[in-house]
């Protein structure tokens, strides 16, 4: 137990890594996760839009698009961007791999999220569009004001859920090499658990990632509840709206 407790939990270690965990890795892992959330839930809100078209030129990219990205191991996508177009941004990114990180992290979401967005479109009911082409709106005035925001608005959980899943997926941008103060939470860890030997700082990383991800996870929970249950409404006797009618109306006279 002694052993036990000297690789995992050696208070000295994690002492000595906590600084750098919250002034730099957590400040970077945060802005890949976010950037790369941003991007890819536009690019997925467009991939979502092209999947339902009923024009195949746009329809069969997107799908395309979708398989790849989402067959393909997230570490192998990185890699493939983050050397291959390395050395073509070289002259616009420099030597900063957070850009080319960016990209690939949103390469990846856009996706995922397409795919959420495709199917919360999907789930509202036809007869949403068909009374909203009746009052004379155009198809796409009636996808982007009526279907789309109820689409959206059913997903939301779902879109928590592929924001977790980024920032977990962040750590894997330390294969493309990282200066100092660009390493993020795992990196971090994994620098002084390599130095010492010991699996402590490895373990206060995995704290901090907790820190984010479970009240996220509990985020998701409230929100498909919401959303389940809707919103109480105030129930008013009928009765007591005929008394005060009958007598706001006898005052008039």
């Known amino acids: 137990m002694d052993q036990f407790l000297d690789t995992f939990l050696n208070w000295e270690y994690i002492w000595q890594v906590f600084p750098d965990l919250i002034g730099t890795g957590l400040l970077n892992t945060l802005i890949l996760a976010v950037s790369s959330a941003l991007i890819g839930t536009v690019l997925g809100m467009v991939l979502a839009v092209m999947g339902l078209s009923a024009k195949r030129w746009l329809r069969w990219p ?10 393909l191991p997230a570490i192998l996508t990185i890699l493939l961007i983050g050397q291959g177009l390395g050395v073509l941004a070289r002259d616009i990114v420099g030597t900063n791999p957070y850009p080319l990180g960016i990209l690939a992290l949103s390469l990846i979401a856009a996706a995922y999220i397409g795919e959420i967005f495709r199917s919360g479109i999907q789930s509202v009911e036809k007869g949403q569009l068909e ?9 796409s005035k009636a996808m982007l004001l009526v279907v789309i925001p109820q689409g959206v608005r059913r997903v939301l959980p779902a879109l928590v859920n592929q924001f977790i899943a980024l920032v977990k997926d962040s750590s894997l941008v330390y294969f493309l090499g990282l200066l100092a103060e660009q390493r993020e939470l795992f990196r971090i860890g994994q620098d002084l658990a390599a130095n010492t030997g010991n699996l402590s700082p490895l373990v206060a990383a995995g704290f901090v990632y907790l820190v984010i991800t479970v009240p996220l996870t509990h985020l998701v929970n409230y929100i498909d509840k919401k959303l389940r249950t809707g ?17 706001a109306s006898g005052g008039a006279a």
């Open 62 to 71: 997107a799908r395309v698009y979708t398989d790849i990205f989402r067959g």
């Open 131 to 139: 009374a909203s082409r009746a009052l004379g709106m155009t198809y």
């Open 231 to 247: 919103r109480k409404v105030d129930t008013v006797d009928p009765n007591t709206n005929y008394d005060h009618a009958q007598y």
